[in-house]
């Protein structure tokens, strides 16, 4: 079972570049979203997508973009990185709100901004 | 303003003692309520969830939490703790309004259990 798939798991960016996250779920979730987890901080949430051609702002938006154009996939792009932005980002998905489903999380995205 | 909090960052503890976790919830979270675990270097996964009904909700690992609505509280419990269950522990509630599937997470507390 794939679940929550997260490519790349590991990488190193310098300040100004720019590059995607990849987010692919095989459980045919309409809800989808993007946090981003930093020490002591918890889980921050970044984007949201509650289907196919909706997406929504988070608590933190600023320097991400997202686009949700199949129901599979949820790309997170950077589009000028900034050391800030260094961090550990998660995908998830649910089936429906948060109310009464569970929310499913890929392995997660090491990015490193020099 | 929607909170979760965890009260204690790091927590250590003896093999074979027992352990709990603290959370409080604010009253403007949705009462849907969840324990995540993540061991180092992984993904976060559902430990255990309470949606309505009984106020104790149990995981299979031996963990248990229990719904305190006067006291807004959703405490994580353990009452003999492993080497295996070193992790981090997130609690997140449920986001009231038009976020759905999304959680509010507070910032965690470190398991750190000793031989």
């Known amino acids: 079972n794939a679940g929550v798939t997260q490519t790349p798991k590991f990488q190193v960016l310098k300040t100004g570049q720019s590059m995607t996250l990849q987010c692919a779920q095989d459980?045919?979730?309409?809800?989808m979203s993007w946090y981003r987890q930093d020490p002591g901080m918890g889980l921050r949430l970044i984007h949201y997508?509650?289907?196919?051609?909706?997406?929504d702002q988070g608590e933190v938006p600023n320097g991400y973009n997202v686009s949700r154009s199949t129901t599979e996939d949820f790309p997170l792009r950077l589009l000028s990185a900034a050391p800030s932005q260094t961090s550990v980002y998660f995908c998830?998905?649910?089936?429906?709100?948060?109310?009464?489903?569970?929310?499913?999380f890929g392995e997660g995205s090491w990015l490193t901004v020099v | 303003a929607q909170s979760v909090t965890q009260l204690d960052s790091q927590v250590p503890v003896f093999e074979e003692a027992p352990v709990e976790l603290r959370c409080n919830y604010s009253?403007?979270?949705?009462?849907?309520l969840f324990w995540y675990v993540q061991y180092p270097n992984q993904g976060l996964q559902l430990l255990l969830k309470?949606?309505?009904?009984?106020?104790l909700v149990e995981s299979i690992n031996g963990f248990e939490a229990e719904f305190n609505k006067s006291q807004t509280s959703f405490h994580l419990r353990k009452p003999s703790v492993h080497i295996s269950d070193t992790a981090e522990y997130f609690c997140?509630?449920?986001?009231?309004?038009?976020?759905?599937?999304?959680?509010?997470f507070g910032k965690g507390t470190k398991l750190s259990v000793k031989p």
């Open positions: 459980m045919n979730h309409e809800y």
């Open positions: 997508s509650v289907g196919a051609g909706i997406t």
């Open positions: 998830a998905s649910s089936s429906g709100s948060a109310g009464g489903n569970t929310i499913y």
């Open positions: 309470y949606l309505s009904g009984s106020t």
């Open positions: 009253s403007s979270v949705s009462v849907y």
């Open positions: 997140a509630g449920g986001v009231t309004g038009g976020s759905q599937g999304n959680l509010i």
